[in-house]
T-cell receptor, first 112, second 113 residues
Framework: AQSVSQHNHHVILSEAASLELGCNYS??????LFWYVQYPGQHLQLLLK??????LVKGIKGFEAEFIKSKFSFNLRKPSVQWSDTAEYFC??????????FGTGTRLQVTL | DTAVSQTPKYLVTQMGNDKSIKCEQN?????MYWYKQDSKKFLKIMFS???????INETVPNRFSPKSPDKAHLNLHINSLELGDSAVYFC????????????FGPGTRLTVL
């Protein structure tokens, strides 16, 4: 069965610290990978996506993610977080159909 | 301009009632979705329509019935509401491809008392 897992449920960082959020997927065949962010009280917004080509993907707000096929991973990174990055982060995937399967989410809390 | 809009934003109702949530997108997308986000923030797809045709129907009680009058609208009707239906319901839309970004609405927080 297709699945996405995020092992970090709650991460607390100080401003300017580096961030890496883990995401692993289990899909047979073609996979498209996404990171979405949900700021408090808001809807989901796309940070970045990978569907082919360069496995290092750059997104909005200084975020990037690396697709490592051998590890079935798509970890999200940011070199220096800001207080405004406090949010819930969701890794998600589709196969050949457009049905998004989400991970359980990681709550990021950035302290001043 | 709001790309994907939902009404109402909040919905508080009694057990056993029937309620509807409306969704509209002005992006010209072919595909629309309903997702449920539970109290632990877990998101799960419920339904997907492509050009008014149902293409994804996850294991959802048949009390939930989506309706797509045209490809810009996808409404969700829920009969005989139960306590466990309390959640945030998100509508989304995308072009038809699996690699296409899905654009989400602001969500409808449903509370069943």
């Amino acid at each position: 069965a297709q699945s996405v897992s995020q092992h970090n449920h709650h991460v607390i960082l100080s401003e300017a610290a580096s961030l890496e959020l883990g995401c692993n997927y289990s899909y047979g065949g073609t996979v498209n990978l996404f990171w979405y962010v949900q700021y408090p009280g808001q809807h989901l917004q796309l940070l970045l996506k990978y569907f082919s080509g360069d496995p290092l993907v750059k997104g909005i707000k200084g975020f990037e993610a690396e697709f490592i096929k051998s590890k079935f991973s798509f970890n999200l990174r940011k070199p220096s977080v800001q207080w405004s990055d406090t949010a819930e982060y969701f890794c998600a995937a589709t196969g050949t159909a457009s049905k998004l399967t989400f991970g359980t989410g990681t709550r990021l809390q950035v302290t001043l | 301009d709001t790309a994907v809009s939902q009404t109402p934003k909040y919905l508080v109702t009694q057990m056993g009632n029937d309620k509807s949530i409306k969704c509209e997108q002005n992006l010209g997308h072919d595909t629309m979705y309903w997702y449920k986000q539970d109290s632990k923030k877990f998101l799960k797809i419920m339904f997907s329509y492509n050009n008014k045709e149902l293409i994804i129907n996850e294991t959802v009680p048949n009390r939930f019935s989506p309706k797509s009058p045209d490809k810009a609208h996808l409404n969700l009707h829920i009969n005989s509401l139960e306590l466990g239906d309390s959640a945030v319901y998100f509508c989304a839309s995308s072009q038809a491809g699996a690699s296409d970004e899905q654009f989400f609405g602001p969500g409808t927080r449903l509370t069943v008392l």
